[in-house]
């Protein structure tokens, strides 16, 4: 069946550095991927998002990669800040005309200072 | 910015108790949906709206019903609450359903059944 997986359930980094955090998708056939932030309390929120057109696209501080050859989506914050500390989830859009969303399970970041 | 709101952030319940979590959206958004979010299960789909009056289950839609009368009104009801509703519920909106449309998320509601 379909499935969105995060490779690690929690990363820790120190602040400075830059993070990366993996996603394996299994829909080969899927067009649209998005990654969103999560805070303790709140609800998630939209990042990057990136179309299977393309294999690289960049934000402030964050670049979404995409490599369809290995069904693998990875997010990369440059120098972390704290602030950055939360649940990260990737989801895939398997099909083109209903908007449903698949989520992964979600990466917890946690930022050391 | 597009705002999600949802009607309460913490809720207590009693088992078989009729529960309404409303959620409204102010970007005149086509889809709405609604989800239940569980530690080592991820966001999972209860039911989702296209359109005002049409709805669509997800992937988990026992023991849950929904009702969009208005385009920005989505409405999960919990006819007779079980303890294993138990969940923080997150609603969402999109502009369409087209395959490229972010999904935008309310705070959540953390309910509680008893």
């Known amino acids: 069946g379909e499935s969105v997986g995060l490779h690690l359930p929690t990363l820790s980094v120190q602040e400075g550095d830059n993070s990366i955090i993996n996603c394996a998708y299994s829909?080969?056939?899927?067009?649209?991927f998005i990654w969103y932030k999560q805070e303790s309390g709140k609800g998630p929120q939209f990042i990057i998002d990136i179309r299977s057109n393309m294999d690289k696209r960049q934000g402030q501080r964050v670049t979404v990669l995409l490599n369809k050859t290995v069904k693998h989506l990875s997010l990369q914050i440059a120098a972390t800040q704290p602030g950055d500390s939360a649940v990260y989830f990737c989801?895939?859009?398997?099909?083109?005309?209903?908007?449903?969303?698949?989520f992964g399970q979600g990466t917890t970041l946690q930022v050391k200072p | 910015d597009v705002k999600v709101t949802q009607s309460s952030r913490y809720l207590v319940k009693r088992t078989g108790e009729k529960v309404f979590l409303e959620c409204v959206q102010d970007m005149d958004h086509e889809n709405m949906f609604w989800y239940r979010q569980d530690p080592g299960l991820g966001l999972r789909l209860i039911y989702f709206s296209y359109d005002v009056k049409m709805k669509e289950k997800g992937d988990i839609p026992e023991g849950y019903s929904v009702s969009r009368e208005k385009k920005e009104r989505f409405s999960l009801i919990l006819e007779s609450a079980s303890t294993n509703q138990t969940s923080m519920y997150l609603c969402?909106?999109?502009?369409?359903?087209?395959?490229?449309?972010?999904?935008?998320f309310g705070p959540g509601t953390r309910l509680t059944v008893l």
């Open positions: 969402a909106s999109s502009p369409s359903g087209k395959g490229t449309d972010t999904q935008y």
């Open positions: 989801a895939e859009n398997p099909t083109s005309n209903t908007g449903k969303l698949i």
């Open positions: 829909n080969s056939a899927s067009d649209y």
